[in-house]
């Protein structure tokens, strides 16, 4: 099974909702959203422009993403876990967002928690830009 269109569109938007949560778009950040735009196919500059844009644009919906596959709204919230410890730090929003996911994608909240206490512990790791979402292209 393959990601559709709107559900690398929901992935992307999604992404960049919690990039965006604390004011600030970090360098690993950004070079970690530029990595998912590649594996999800989006063109580089569409991409670029987007982030460059992003603190400024007003009218990304902040709406829980909501996936056609269970394993891929898992995906995006490893991979969000992953993006939102890239600079360091998670914020309430960040956390808030990808639980307001599970609970749309109708997740096991017990593996949301497994899975963002290992985020947390794992915050100082260097394999941060292993995206669970390159196993589904």
């Keep these: 099974m393959r990601l559709s269109l709107l559900d690398k569109s929901n992935y992307l938007r999604g992404l960049l909702i919690l990039i965006k949560a604390d004011r600030k778009v970090t360098v690993e950040e950004e070079r970690m959203m530029m990595r998912i735009c590649k594996v999800l ?3 580089e500059t569409f991409c670029r422009d987007a ?3 992003l603190l400024e644009n007003e009218y990304i919906a902040d709406d ?3 996936f056609s596959d269970e394993e891929f709204a898992r995906s995006f919230i490893v991979d969000g876990l992953r993006l939102s410890a890239a600079d360091g730090d998670m914020c309430d929003f960040e956390i808030s967002y990808l639980e307001k996911t599970a609970i749309a994608n109708e997740i096991d909240m017990q593996w949301y928690n497994e899975i ?7 915050l100082n790791q260097e394999d941060k ?3 669970v979402v390159a196993d589904y292209l």
């Excluded at 963002?116 to 794992?122: G, H, T, Y």
């Design 129 to 131: 830009l292993n995206l």
């Design 64 to 66: 829980a993403p909501v």
């Design 51 to 53: 982030i460059k844009n």
């Design 116 to 122: 963002k206490e290992m985020q947390m512990e794992a």
């Design 41 to 43: 196919g989006f063109e």
